[in-house]
């Protein structure tokens, strides 16, 4: 037991999770008044936005591609969400598929013409922010009602004759982690998914169609744009074209913080989700020690750089 | 022997740059028609303002970019900001400071450049995450370094900026003349063929006795500095540093050099098509401003333009 | 469905080339239903092109498919032959390293699915091992990365062979026992014999002449794109089997460039390396002027020891010393050697940049000179040095990499199996340049997989398993003692 916890193999998959934990400790020690349902709630409020933008960077980056193109698509989602989808929802709808279509479009694009998906979804983050503009050329807008009532939802269970109340951003988050996980690492199709970055050669040996693959991960990770920028806007009420800008890094950070590879289909939906939370709380962790909000974005790339040199460590440590 | 229509095409077709500067006349001309003539001399007075920034950083990417898949230097912007938030506190508008501050313009170059290749050769983090995380922590400083900070350059450098002879900025005769001088760099000196050799085959090029970390350090480095000098000189032309002045730099470098002939997939390069490139960038942006196009449609065409050409010059076999 | 009696494969005049390189000069291959043939030849026989066509993998430039009676060569692909009952182990794993063992055999089967599709999975592929490995010792759900090169063949192997609902009519074992030991390739021959009982057949690659002679009811031998010989295994034995794949290269001309015997030690050593993997205690020593050669198998460290060489030069580590600059003629053209966006004269020059540089450019003038002196010298065929290096023939590929490394200040050139794919008349050519380079003082390592390449060394060094274990001098130099040594114990099964 002993030997196995200390393997290199568990404490890798363990590292997401104990740097969680660690940052949890670290804030509940320094403001012990955060560790209740109202400032957990608060703290966590973005976890849901930025982990479904972490899992559709997930998708992409277990085929080998990258997107940087996400945070601006999230915010043009974001945009239609606050502006069409509320005046008009028939058309709002038909828009938001539209948006999938093209990602699954890019997705055709950069497998047949083998082209370097980092310079593609370059340009298209202008063209998402360019449509989000037009869309939305001042911040405003106001978002579906139902969809703030989902994000305000208050989730009640009966557990040992007790009422628990979890924050929903931590609900929500374990349900994105469990669906994902059952899609991506459970189903029959998903393994062929997750091969096709393990090994593009012998799934197209096998017979598999590589085509349908990256048109298949990236159209889900539009949806889970989709998604991510939905749900932004039920937490903001209100939307702007750079409303999530930041998202590519978060969810590049995110991903890779989770235990994600960079190449090679190694990935986790539970550590992105992990991942992301990780990175909310460290913007939180730095008001609490009162921490001057210029190194908000700085901390989050010392702990992208930290966990990252753990991970060297121990597979420095196995190679040895 | 001489005059052979269909040698001419084929000597053009071996220069890809040729196309970004068809591409800037026609706009050019399509501009000025539309104005009546009104204009066209000022308009191309501002493009060689504003394109010699990018040129800049642009010269610095592709170095980068020339040494193989999967490199890319994400730093530009943060080390622009910290670059130019440092040289103007310490200068504080004195004209006798100058000297530091390009001493420091170099210093920051130096010190961002060896962080990142610290993080790629010794945690082995891909360059993209690499560069990516090390601009968080690089922003964080120039933001947390320059809060509030309203001081103007040293009037020496505000007037070297901006100043024009008969029309032609005199940075942009500069530029003209340092990018004939990477152009050397590049094609005549051991370290030009060195990186076009690891972007080719690293593994061809290390038995071919050449010292490929040593070189993929000096280019990372190399790149920053000129992100760092972009900085100084982008604070002196508009009026003092701001944070998010390099911001837009982070495509725009990618841009240009995509645009410009460089292929993604490392080994060849292309300096003139920098100039082509950044030029046709303004002057697009420009043209569509005179059309009375809109921010957004401004947006999506530079997307799409980009999306465009890789379509048309990628298919390399090699993936990001 | 199959028939019991008649062939399962019938593939009659293929032929593929790879731009001037003839892989397949029409090759005519029956497979009958219940017998295990051996496929033996050198490298580069063509055999695992053969087996690509088979398997669906590569399409032929010519030549016809027929599958259990019925012509199949339009649209043929990987899907139809796996619907057909053939399957392909192939030499490189096509494993996904990120998969669990289970999930890798679900990869294999696109009707493997719906709820319990992992359960299933896992009891199909470990019953499958347990069957063919007893006491393997893989569970279903280990990750394919984490395991040890020799048991992902064996699950490679064990998937080859998982049946759901399709046919199984020939498995396609290529270089199946290279990562196995002794134990465990005895159980697969084994079970190999068993299932051909069973009426289904089998096609056998190995280079362990022993496993062919002993497990395979039919022998056919290829050698250069074309079978040469094929037998009943009965007919054949190991000396029959060599001189069959051996080549009979123009042996008087290799005759005329023998070269006098010298005694050993008369001038300085040069290099002086131990093998990093499993020492014996053998170390490879050359000195100043010689030609010396390392043999063996392929793949049995010659390469790393190369390597280890290159790597050891201006450091000083306990395992190596290396006296003076080093260059290394790749043989792996592609991936080792030529830069493809650079003219020839590039490539030849790129090893000596440094004594052209004056100033801080560097000169074309010197550049050119040193381009155009190598093209008189090693003959290359351009019209133009300034040429793509792509547009040369292979063998004048490799004579630009023999440029670049001869014509560096290199004093001890290293050669990894360069005349791969190279024609006899290249080849000539540049064994008289060695020699003539070896006599003016240069020394030369130089990895080869053929025979009578080796007749050029003063010296060789025998590689198996990444040791030495043996080393001959020029007079002592046999085929058949390098074959012995090479094979020694994995032979004598």
Redesign the interface.
């Known amino acids: 037991m002993k030997n196995y916890l200390l393997s290199p193999k568990f404490m890798r998959s363990a590292l997401p999770g104990v740097s969680l934990a660690i940052l949890l400790m670290a804030i509940f020690y320094t403001q012990p008044r955060a560790m209740s349902y109202f400032g957990l709630n608060l703290m966590l409020q973005y976890t849901v936005p930025i982990a479904l933008a972490t899992i559709a960077q997930m998708f992409i980056l277990t085929v080998?591609?990258?997107d940087l193109s996400i945070g601006p698509f999230v915010g043009l989602t974001a945009c239609i969400g606050a502006t069409l989808l509320q005046t008009d929802p028939v058309f709002g709808v038909m828009a938001l598929l539209a948006c999938i279509a093209a990602y699954a479009g890019l997705g055709a694009?950069i497998h047949w013409?083998?082209?370097?998906?980092?310079?593609?979804t370059?340009?298209?983050?202008?063209?998402?922010?360019?449509?989000?503009?037009?869309?939305l050329?001042t911040p405003g807008g106001t978002a579906p009602a139902w969809i703030k009532a989902i994000m305000g939802f208050k989730v009640t269970f009966q557990l040992f004759g007790y009422n628990v109340v979890p924050p929903f951003p931590v609900f929500a988050a374990a349900i994105i982690a469990i669906v994902v996980h059952l899609g991506l690492m459970r189903s029959s199709y998903g393994v062929v998914l997750r091969g096709a970055g393990g090994n593009p050669r012998a799934i197209s040996r096998a017979g598999w169609s590589m085509l349908k693959i990256k048109m298949t991960m990236f159209a889900l990770a539009g949806l889970f744009g989709v998604l991510a920028g939905l749900s932004l806007i039920g937490l903001t009420s209100a939307a702007d074209a750079h409303i999530a800008d930041r998202y590519t890094?978060y969810s590049?950070?995110g991903v890779?913080l989770g235990g994600g590879e960079?190449?090679g289909g190694r990935v986790s939906p539970a550590g992105a989700v992990i991942g992301a939370m990780t990175l909310t709380l460290a913007g939180s962790f730095l008001i609490f020690l009162r921490i001057?909000p210029?190194?908000?974005?700085?901390?989050?790339?010392?702990i992208?750089?930290l966990v990252?040199?753990l991970r060297?460590l121990i597979?420095w440590r196995e190679a040895r | 022997m001489t005059g052979n229509l269909a040698g001419i095409l084929r000597k053009l077709g071996d220069k890809p740059w040729i196309w970004s500067y068809l591409g800037m006349i026609l706009i050019w001309l399509a501009t000025v028609t539309y104005t009546m003539g009104q204009g066209g001399g000022s308009i191309i007075s501002a493009a060689l303002s504003f394109a010699t920034f990018t040129v800049i950083v642009g010269i610095g990417q592709m170095f980068v970019i020339t040494t193989g898949?999967g490199n890319?230097d994400l730093s530009i912007p943060a080390t622009i900001a910290l670059s130019g938030a440092i040289c103007m506190k310490v200068m504080d508008g004195s004209n006798a400071m100058l000297p530091v501050g390009v001493l420091i313009a170099l210093g920051t170059g130096i010190a961002v450049g060896a962080f990142n290749y610290m993080?790629i050769r010794?945690?082995?983090?891909?360059p993209?995450?690499a560069t990516?995380?090390?601009?968080?922590?690089i922003?964080?400083?120039a933001?947390?370094y320059g809060?509030g900070l309203k001081i103007k350059p040293p009037p020496l450098l505000a007037d070297f900026t901006t100043m024009k002879i008969a029309g032609i900025p005199l940075l942009a005769v500069f530029i003209i003349v340092f990018a004939i001088l990477a152009s050397?760099l590049l094609n005549?000196?051991?370290y030009g063929?060195s990186v076009?050799?690891i972007g080719?085959?690293m593994?061809?090029?290390w038995?071919?006795?050449?010292n490929v970390e040593r070189i993929r350090y000096a280019t990372y480095t190399l790149s920053a500095i000129l992100a760092g000098f972009c900085g100084l000189l982008l604070a002196g032309f508009s009026g003092g540093a701001s944070l998010d002045m390099g911001s837009e730099y982070l495509?725009a470098s990618?841009?240009v050099v995509?645009i410009g002939g460089t292929s993604?997939?490392g080994?060849?390069s292309n300096i003139p098509g920098i100039w082509g490139a950044s030029l046709f960038m303004f002057l697009l942006v420009t043209m569509l401003n005179t059309f009375g196009a809109?921010?957004?449609?401004?947006?999506?065409?530079?997307?799409?333009?980009?999306?465009a050409v890789?379509?048309v010059a990628?298919?390399?076999?090699?993936?990001? | 469905m199959s028939s019991p009696s008649g062939n399962i494969v019938s593939l009659s005049g293929v032929a593929k080339s790879y731009g001037a390189v003839r892989a397949l000069v029409g090759v005519d291959l029956l497979v009958d239903a219940g017998e295990c043939l051996g496929l033996v030849g050198h490298n580069g026989a063509g055999k695992s092109t053969l087996m690509n066509v088979l398997a669906g993998t590569l399409v032929p430039d010519r030549g016809s498919i027929v599958v259990s009676g019925g012509d199949r060569t339009a649209n043929y692909k990987v899907s139809l032959a796996h619907d057909l009952g053939i399957r392909c182990v192939f030499q490189e794993l096509s494993l996904c390293p990120n998969l669990t063992v289970a999930e890798n055999a679900r990869i294999f089967h696109p009707n493997l699915k719906g709820w319990g599709w992992r359960g299933r999975a896992g009891r199909m592929i470990i019953g499958k091992l347990d069957e063919i490995f007893p006491n393997h010792g893989i569970a279903d759900d280990d990750v394919v990365g984490d395991l040890s090169i020799g048991k992902r063949q064996m699950v490679e192997i064990a998937r080859a062979f998982t049946v759901t609902d399709e046919p199984l009519h020939l498995v396609i074992l290529d270089e199946p026992t290279s990562s196995l030991d002794a134990v465990t390739a005895q159980q697969l021959l084994t079970f190999m014999r068993k299932v051909v009982g069973e009426g289904r057949s089998c096609i056998l690659i190995s280079h362990l002449l022993g496993e062919i002679l002993g497990y395979s009811d039919r022998i056919v031998v290829m050698r250069d794109g074309a079978v040469v010989a094929e037998k009943p295994a009965g007919a054949f034995d190991r000396n029959s089997l060599v001189a069959a794949m051996g080549d009979v290269a123009d042996e008087d001309k290799i005759e005329a460039h023998e070269r006098i015997e010298k005694a050993r030690g008369e001038t300085p050593v040069v290099v002086r390396a131990c093998p990093q993997t499993a020492g014996n205690g053998r170390e490879l020593i050359a000195h100043k002027g010689e030609i010396v050669g390392l043999a063996g198998l392929a793949g049995h460290g010659q390469t790393r020891m190369l390597l280890q060489i290159?790597d050891a030069v201006g450091k000083r580590t306990a395992s190596t010393d290396v006296a003076g600059p080093v260059?290394?003629v790749?043989g792996d053209r592609q991936?080792?050697?030529?830069?493809?966006?650079?003219s020839i004269g590039?490539n030849v020059t790129?090893?000596s940049?440094?004594s052209m540089?004056r100033g801080?450019?560097?000169d074309?003038a010197r550049e050119k000179a040193q381009a155009e002196e190598w093209k008189d010298r090693i003959k290359i065929k351009t019209p133009d040095m300034a040429n793509n290096i792509l547009s040369l023939s292979g063998g004048n590929q490799q004579k630009a990499l023999f440029a670049?490394a001869l014509g560096?200040d290199a004093e001890i050139v290293l050669m990894d199996d360069p005349m791969r794919g190279v024609d006899i008349g290249t080849k000539l050519e540049v064994y008289d340049l060695i020699r003539q380079e070896a006599e003016e003082g240069r020394t030369f390592l130089w990895y080869t997989t053929e025979m009578d390449e080796l007749h050029n060394c003063d010296h060789v060094y025998v590689f198996r398993n990444g040791r030495i274990v043996a080393e001959l001098s020029r007079s002592e130099l046999t085929e058949e003692k390098v074959l012995q040594s090479s094979f020694e114990e994995s032979a004598a099964s």
């Open positions: 080998n591609d990258l694009l013409r083998n082209l370097p998906s980092i310079v593609v370059l340009g298209m983050s202008f063209v998402w922010l360019g449509i989000a503009v037009l869309i050329p890094l590049i950070a890779i960079f190449v001057s210029d190194w908000q974005v700085g901390a989050q790339g010392g992208l750089i990252l040199a060297a597979n | 898949p890319v993080l010794v945690l082995r983090i891909p993209i995450i990516l995380s090390a601009s968080f922590l922003l964080s400083t933001i947390a809060r050397i005549r000196t051991l063929r076009l050799a080719q085959n593994r061809a090029a038995l071919a006795g050449i495509l990618i841009a995509v993604v997939a080994g060849k809109s921010a957004g449609i401004r947006l999506i065409m530079t997307g799409l333009i980009i999306v890789i379509t990628g298919g390399d076999k090699q993936q990001r | 290159y260059s290394l790749a991936t080792d050697g030529i830069f493809h966006l650079w590039q790129v090893r940049l440094r540089v801080l450019l560097i074309p670049r560096s």
